[in-house]
C-alpha cells in the first residue's frame, strides 16, 4: 500500500468521527501528522492509550498480518516482522506507524519524544 493509500484509509478507520474541519486544521495541513489526533486530544481520552500504557498494549496485541510504515523514509507499507514485535523494538525509529490488520489497532512511536506513543483499537 502506497503512503498516500495508508495515510487515507488510517484517517478512514481511526478518526472518521472527528469533524473534517478538525481533520483539515490539525492533521492534514502542512506541518502536521495523523497522530494529532491524540495530541491534540480530537479524541475522548478513553479512546486511546499513551506512553507506557500503549507500549504494553502493544506487546501483547496479537501482530498476525499487521504492517507499518516509516512515515518520513518509506513510499510504501512493510509487514511486522519478529524483530519489530515489541514496543522497545520500535524506539529507534524516527516516526513508525503499526496497524493492524484491517486497520484494527494502530500504535504510532512520533518523532517528537514528549507525544506519544500511541495505541488505539478501532472499534
Known sequence: MTKEEFYNKWIEAF????????????VKSTGN???HIFSWELLNENQYLIGEKAKE???K???KGAFYIEWFEDKHTKDVICDLNT????DDFVEIYVVGRDFKWTY???HE???GPYFMINK
Request: proline letters at 3%; glycine letters at 4%; aromatic letters at 12%.
Open 15 to 26: 478518526a472518521s468521527n472527528i469533524p473534517k474541519k478538525d481533520i483539515q486544521k490539525y
Open 33 to 35: 501528522y495523523i497522530w
Open 57 to 59: 498494549a502493544y506487546d
Open 61 to 63: 496485541i496479537d501482530k
Open 87 to 90: 514496543a522497545n523494538a520500535l
Open 108 to 110: 504510532i512511536k512520533t
Open 113 to 115: 519524544g514528549m507525544c
